[in-house]
C-alpha cells in the first residue's frame, strides 16, 4: 500500500502545483460494487479509493469544519 499513497500524494502535490483542489475519499470503498459496476472496473483489478479533483468552494458548510489537533510535542520526538 505504500506505493499507492506515495502516487497519491505526488497525484495532489502535482494538482495543487497546477492551482486544483483535491480530496481524497477511501470512503467509497463501501460502494465498490456499484463503482466497478459503473465504471467498468474488471474483477481483477482492486478499487482503493477515489478522489476528487477541482476547484474548492471555502464558503461551502462542509469546508468550514475545523478539528482538534494534539500538539506535535505529544506525539512525536525527536
Known amino acids: 500500500w505504500l506505493d499507492y499513497g506515495m502516487f497519491l500524494q505526488n497525484v495532489m502535490l502535482a494538482a495543487r502545483a497546477r492551482g486544483l ?7 467509497l470503498i ?3 460494487r456499484l463503482i466497478r459496476q ?3 472496473i ?3 483489478e482492486t478499487l482503493i479509493c477515489g478522489m476528487s479533483l477541482g476547484q ?3 464558503e461551502a458548510v462542509e469546508n468550514t469544519l475545523r478539528t482538534e489537533r494534539a500538539p506535535l510535542e505529544e506525539w512525536v520526538s525527536f
Not at 483542489?21 to 470512503?27: K, R, S, V
Open 56 to 58: 474548492a468552494d471555502p
Open 42 to 44: 474488471p474483477e481483477n
Open 30 to 32: 463501501q460502494f465498490h
Open 38 to 40: 459503473e465504471v467498468g
Open 21 to 27: 483542489d483535491t480530496c481524497p475519499q477511501a470512503a
